[in-house]
T-cell receptor, first 115, second 113 residues
């Protein structure tokens, strides 16, 4: 059974700091991994998607890496801003030959960036 | 491009009542998902549709939950009868293809009293 864990559960940093959010998964047979952002009372916004054959993806100040063999992914946020405050969720799709797109989520890391 | 639309945004009901949620995916997206997110948890898939066919409903409590996507576009999720533990945010998502990037709606927050 695939399980996704995110550490830490909450993180508070001063504005401008670079930070890393961690995600681990128990079954390395994944199709892809996605990072999402969730703002209070709102749905999820997809930030980055990494295919199982890729090692990293970048978008602006965000960089996500994937080490499938060790079951780990990190989301790096450079020069954090108060607007980055949100809950960040990691999710994987298992790769077992079917067409199911079931995202299996971690519980998220709640990030607070202080001005 | 319009995003995924959901209604209502909030719903309060008493246990044993019934409730229905509606979702309109992004135009052209063949795959539609319903997720349940309990407070403090990540979302959990309830059902996945490909056009108007069910791909995965293994985690849908079929004794009380039902979902349909009759014309392969919008979808409804129904709970009957509701239990206290059904209190959660119900998220709808769509993607262009199976296993593609999923785009989420704002969700419906359900409170069962």
């Amino acid at each position: 059974k695939q399980e996704v864990t995110q550490i830490p559960a909450a993180l508070s940093v001063p504005e401008g700091e670079n930070l890393v959010l961690n995600c681990s998964f128990t079954d390395s047979a994944i199709y892809n991994l996605q990072w999402f952002r969730q703002d209070p009372g709102k749905g999820l916004t997809s930030l980055l998607l990494i295919q199982s054959s890729q090692r990293e993806q970048t978008s602006g100040r965000l960089n996500a890496s994937l080490d499938k063999s060790s079951g780990r992914s990190t989301l790096y946020i450079a020069a954090s801003q108060p607007g980055d405050s949100a809950t960040y969720l990691c999710a994987v799709i298992r790769n077992y030959g079917g067409s199911q797109g079931n995202l299996i989520f971690g519980k998220g890391t709640k990030l607070s960036v202080k001005p | 491009e319009a995003g995924v639309a959901q209604s209502p945004r909030y719903k309060i009901i008493e246990k044993r009542q019934s409730v229905a949620f509606w979702c309109n995916p992004i135009s052209g997206h063949a795959t539609l998902y319903w997720y349940q997110q309990i407070l403090g948890q990540g979302p959990k898939l309830l059902i996945q549709f490909q056009n108007n066919g069910v791909v995965d409903d293994s985690q849908l409590p079929k004794d009380r939950f039902s979902a349909e996507r009759l014309k392969g576009v919008d979808s409804t999720l129904k709970i009957q009868p509701a239990k206290l533990e059904d209190s959660a945010v119900y998220l709808c998502a769509s993607s262009l293809s199976e296993r593609g990037t999923q785009y989420f709606g704002p969700g419906t927050r359900l409170t069962v009293l």
